[in-house]
């Protein structure tokens, strides 16, 4: 098998990356807003395209068209929206190609670890079935931690 990845991260870099998530967890969370799925769904998903467009009709709200718009339109409130959208986009933009790596190199070293795992089941398992001492006991452990741990199906469980 190829071994694709081979991560190891120094304790001087761990205790630097964790007091960075630390940092951002005591200072970006508290003003965040978590969402079910049925309120993203029912959203506007405003990006970078269309804040532009956004900034735009404040201006227009605040200057030009101020007297139609102010009897729908709280300007303040839309200013502070608009600028908290720039802000978390730009906060979003550095974070999300990080957070994006982590899966991704999660994934990778989580499947090479699940594919040498499925090997060494299959290896207990012959040995159970051979009698070597000590492997049945294994294997049904092994076993028992299989069957509970995958969150989706996988579609090559080692053959039981």
């Known amino acids: 098998m190829e071994n694709l990845i081979s ?6 870099d761990k205790a630097e990356i964790n007091k960075a998530i630390n940092t951002l967890s005591e200072k970006l969370l508290p003003h965040l807003h978590a969402l079910t799925d049925a309120e993203r769904q029912s959203l506007y998903k405003l990006g970078d395209n269309r804040l532009g467009f956004v900034r735009k009709c404040l201006t227009y709200s605040k200057n030009s068209f101020a007297d139609q718009t102010q ?3 709280d300007n303040a409130e839309f200013e502070k ?22 899966e991704d190199t999660k994934m990778l070293a989580g499947n090479e670890a699940m594919t040498q795992s499925n090997m060494v089941y299959s290896v207990v398992k012959m040995s159970a079935k051979n009698g070597v001492p000590g492997a049945q006991d294994a294997f049904n452990d092994l076993k028992n931690e299989y ?4 969150k989706k199906a996988n579609p090559n469980p080692p053959k039981q």
């Not at 991560?7 to 001087?12: G, W």
């Not at 908290?84 to 982590?102: D, G, K, M, S």
């Not at 069957?147 to 995958?150: L, M, N, V």
């Open 147 to 150: 069957a509970i741990s995958p």
């Open 7 to 12: 991560l190891s991260i120094s304790e001087s």
């Open 71 to 73: 009897v729908f339109v």
């Open 81 to 102: 929206d608009v600028e908290a959208t720039a802000l978390l986009l730009e906060f979003f933009n550095r974070i999300n190609p990080i957070v994006r790596a982590i």
